[in-house]
């Protein structure tokens, strides 16, 4: 498939609910198997409550999605930190895959109490939404570092963003830290944690381009000081 063509599949998906309803089918799909099949057991209820918070949220996130921002996520433009999509997703993948080894086979370290479990699907369930909803309120949420001004970039500061200025990074701190917990296996948390430390490692490069490229930003960063965390940082 040629680039024109990859851009005709693209817009296609981006448009069409059909296709976002089977991007979501395939994503809660292939995230199952992988706990299972590592697990050799489907018979884990908490597991079935993440794949259920997981679906729902990421699920309405998509539907709601800007056509034009799901296009960019698809195949995004040409930025800085690239690289970090293809580490996220391989340490997502291991962590999902220790995590049902742990709990199914191996129980090194899947000795998390029922009570915090359910909290961690609880923290876990907060954390996704606080993804998602930047998401629907930001339609230049990109995946990549880039000013995009191809699409008109524009500075957004209603919803998430008048509390923190990255509220996304904000929910994949609180999912990078409950997800291990709400699995049951305190080991899994650990490839979390890893990418937790490389989206705090982008977060200042990010600043220094908006500071640089969109309009506004300057004053937004005086009038919403904190960057992820109310009161914090």
Known sequence: MNAREQDITVVAIAYSPFARIGMIVAAVGALAA??????????????WAYLAI???IFGFGIMRMDGGLLRERL???IGADRQLIPIGQALFSAHVIFAGLDIGRLHWTDRVPPPLRMGGLA???IGCVMIVWP???NPFFSPVVRHQADRGHRLIDTGPYAVVRHPGYTGVAIVCLSSGVAL???GAGLFTVAFLALVIR????????????????????????????????
């Open 123 to 125: 923290v876990f369930a």
């Open 184 to 186: 049951g296996s305190w």
């Open 54 to 56: 997981y679906a729902l």
């Open 135 to 137: 998401m629907v309120v």
């Open 34 to 47: 992988a706990i299972f099949i590592s697990a050799g057991d489907w018979r884990l209820p908490h597991v």
């Open 75 to 77: 195949r995004p433009g």
């Open 202 to 233: 982008r977060i200042p490069l990010e600043e220094r381009m908006l500071l640089t490229d969109l309009q506004g930003y300057e004053d937004y960063a005086r009038r919403v000081p904190y960057r992820l965390f109310p009161g914090i940082w």
